[in-house]
C-alpha cells in the first residue's frame, strides 16, 4: 500500500512544480480479527496515514486494502456504505474532535443518524447504552463537550465511534494527549471494550511504553516504511532492526529511581525530511551500525523467525 500527497506546487502562474511526499511507501501488513497491532514511529512516519487509509478516509496512490477477503479499495461509494460503519477511528484530540456546539446524545447519536436512524426513543437508548459502556452517566446526554475533563471527552468520543458496533477501530494516538493515569484508564476501558464487543485494534502512537500493554503485536514505521514487525514479546525482549532499539532505549524508564540514573537515551540525529528521504536504508543517517550498502540498497523486509520481521541488512533472510 502506498500513498503519495503532493506538497508545495503553485506559486505564480504554477511555476512552481510540486513535490512528492510518499508518508506511506510499498507498506504490506495484516491484522488478524480480534488483535491490537500497535503501530509506532516519531511524529511524520506516515502511520497517521496508514490508519486513515485502512478505513478508506482517504485513497490510496497504489495497492489495496482488503477486509474479511473482501478488495474495499475496489467499491463504489454506496458498496462501500455497508463497510464503512465497521471500521471507525479515535483520534487523538478529544477537543478538536468533537462539536462544542452538540450536545453529548447528539454527538454519539450522530454515526446512528448518518446510518439511516431516526431520532427518536430507540436511538436515545442506544445512546445511552454506549454512554453506560463507557462509564459516563445517564446524566451526561444533555451536557456539551467543555464540560467534561479529557478522559471524559475521550470517553465520549469512543462512545460515538462504537455506537454502530463496528468490528475495526483505528485508535489514532487516543492517549497521547492524556495525563499518564487517564492514559491507563482509557487503555484499560479499550481493552474492556474489546473482549466485550469483539473489537479489533489499530493502536497508533508515537511512543512505545503507550502500545506495551495494549499490543498483541507491533509494527514499527520509519519514513513511510514499516522496518519490524513482532509480537509484543520479541519487539520489546529481543528487537532486531537498530532503530527499534532505539525506541526501546528512548522509552522512559518504569521506575523513577532508574530515571535519575539517564537510562533514557535520545535516537542520535534528526529525523530526515519525507520528501526527500536518505537513499537506501532511510535510517542510514542516523544508524550507529552503517554499512556501505546501507546507503546503496533498501533491506528487504524478511523473516528471520515465524512471524518476526524485519527490514535491515545486518540480519540475514
Ligand atoms: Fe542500519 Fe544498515 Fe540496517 Fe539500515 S540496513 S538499519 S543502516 S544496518
Ligand atoms: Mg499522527
Do not use: W
Not at 49 to 72: M, Q, S, V
Not at 200 to 213: E, G, K, N, P
Amino acid at each position: 500500500l502506498s500513498k503519495a500527497f503532493e506538497v508545495g506546487g503553485g506559486g505564480f502562474f504554477g511555476l512552481r512544480k510540486p513535490l512528492l511526499l510518499r508518508a506511506v511507501d510499498d507498506v504490506a501488513l495484516g491484522i488478524q480479527a480480534g488483535e491490537t497491532l500497535g503501530l509506532v514511529g516519531e511524529s511524520g512516519c506516515g502511520k497517521s496515514t496508514l490508519g486513515r487509509l485502512l478505513i478508506r478516509l482517504i485513497e490510496p496512490t497504489a495497492g489495496r486494502i482488503t477486509f474479511d477477503g473482501i478488495d474495499i479499495t475496489a467499491l463504489k461509494r454506496m458498496e462501500m456504505r455497508a463497510h464503512r460503519r465497521s471500521m471507525q477511528i479515535i483520534f487523538q484530540d478529544p477537543y478538536g474532535a468533537l462539536n462544542p456546539r452538540m450536545s453529548v446524545e447528539d454527538i454519539i447519536a450522530e454515526p446512528l443518524i448518518i446510518h439511516g436512524a431516526k431520532q427518536g426513543a430507540d436511538t436515545r437508548r442506544k445512546v445511552s447504552q454506549m454512554l453506560e459502556k463507557v462509564g459516563l452517566p445517564a446524566r451526561a446526554l444533555d451536557r456539551f463537550p467543555h464540560e467534561f475533563s479529557g478522559g471524559q471527552r475521550q470517553r465520549i468520543g469512543i462512545a460515538r465511534a462504537l455506537v454502530l458496533h463496528p468490528r475495526l477501530i483505528v485508535c489514532d494516538e487516543a492517549v497521547s494527549a492524556l495525563d499518564v493515569s487517564v492514559q491507563a484508564q482509557i487503555v484499560n476501558l479499550l481493552q474492556d471494550l474489546q473482549r466485550e464487543m469483539g473489537l479489533t485494534y489499530l493502536f497508533i502512537a508515537h511512543d512505545l511504553s503507550v502500545v506495551r500493554h495494549i499490543s498483541d503485536r507491533v509494527a514499527v514505521m520509519y519514513l513511510g516504511k514499516v522496518v519490524e514487525v513482532a509480537d509484543k514479546k520479541s519487539i520489546y525482549a529481543a528487537p532486531l532492526h537498530p532503530y527499534t532499539q532505539a525506541l526501546i532505549a528512548a522509552v522512559p524508564a518504569q521506575h523513577p529511581s532508574q530515571r535519575s540514573r539517564g537510562k533514557r537515551q535520545r535516537i542520535a540525529g534528526d529525523i530526515p525530511s519525507a520528501l526527500n528521504p536518505p537513499s537506501g536504508c532511510r535510517f542510514h543517517t542516523r544508524c550507529p551500525h552503517v554499512m556501505p550498502v546501507c546507503r546503496e540498497r533498501a533491506p528487504p523486509l524478511t523473516e528471520p523467525a515465524p512471524g518476526h520481521q524485519v527490514a535491515c541488512h545486518l540480519i540475514a533472510s
